[in-house]
């Protein structure tokens, strides 16, 4: 039922605490940024988190996952959208409480340890969906959607 969701949070959980303690060991200066403006930047990385988990859940529930081949909705712009929202918009919400250039610094470790990571789960899904979901991991990207550009090819 679960993939590489829970051991992959506990880790990405591990290393922002690892980022703010380092931060605080070797007394990297904090994020000099208006408190309003961090706060409207929490704001804004909460409601994309909030909708990209909400929005893939409707589309893909927990109990279909693995089961149901999907690629509409979130699934649309990335293979997985609720790891998208926990590595992007989490540490970005992390490193704005913190106020951490360190912690928003280690999002390039920590989306290379995802990468690294879903390589069970990706050949797991390979395996139940075949060619379908072959060619949806070529033409869609794991966490990061690609720029589409507006431009109609004539």
Partial sequence: MFGSG???IAITILTW???IQISSFCSIPEMNISS???KILIVLFTIDAVILIVWSLIVLPI???GNKFISIGPYQYVRHPLY???IW???GIVSMIYKSWLLLIFIIPIHIFWVWHIQKEEKFLLDQFGFEYEQYMRKTPQFFPKYISSKVDE
């Fill in 84 to 86: 998208a929202a926990f």
């Fill in 63 to 65: 109990g279909s996952r």
């Fill in 6 to 8: 829970p051991t992959g």
């Fill in 17 to 19: 605490i690892v980022a």
């Fill in 89 to 91: 918009s989490g540490t």
């Fill in 36 to 38: 309003l403006f961090r």
